[in-house]
């Protein structure tokens, strides 16, 4: 004989009204619909971040300079890809910031290490982008 369940925690339902249960609950286009909807305010909130502007005027020049720049399509994708990918880094530094300032207000060792690391991670994406466009420019012009 089996033992009974224990009983179902109060705030349960509670949870079912929460956004994050709602959209697993979604199927099929109405879950992509939504998700949409999600990734759109993402994008509204690194808009409120000067380094992500920054980055989004950088790219309006640039994703297009990338088609002229790049005589193959690789040359191409990798010129492109690599603004993306500084804008991507941004954006997960910023949703990294975000959750531990959400933390609280204080110093904390955890805090700033985390802090540093995505900060870090933007550099590296920033080095490469110029790395990329370096030597882009030095095979079409040298």
């Keep these: 004989m089996s033992a ?5 925690p109060p705030d349960t339902e509670s949870r079912q009204d929460d956004p994050a249960s709602l959209q697993k609950q979604r199927t099929g286009l109405n879950r992509v619909i939504h998700a949409a909807g999600f990734s759109w305010a993402g994008l509204r909130q690194g808009w409120q971040e000067t380094a992500f502007r920054q980055e989004v005027i950088a790219a309006a ?7 002229w720049l790049g005589r193959t399509w690789v040359e191409r ?36 290490r985390a802090k540093d ?20 420019i030095w095979a079409r012009f040298a």
């Design 117 to 136: 690391i995505g900060s870090a991670a933007v550099l590296l994406a920033l080095l490469l982008c110029g790395l990329t466009w370096v030597m882009a």
């Design 61 to 67: 020049f640039l994703l297009p300079l990338s088609m």
């Design 77 to 112: 994708v990798l010129l492109a890809g690599s603004v993306l990918l500084v804008m991507i880094v941004e954006l997960l530094n910023t949703a990294v910031e975000a959750a531990i300032d959400r933390i609280g207000p204080e110093w904390h060792e955890f805090s700033k």
């Design 4 to 8: 009974p369940l224990p009983p179902t």
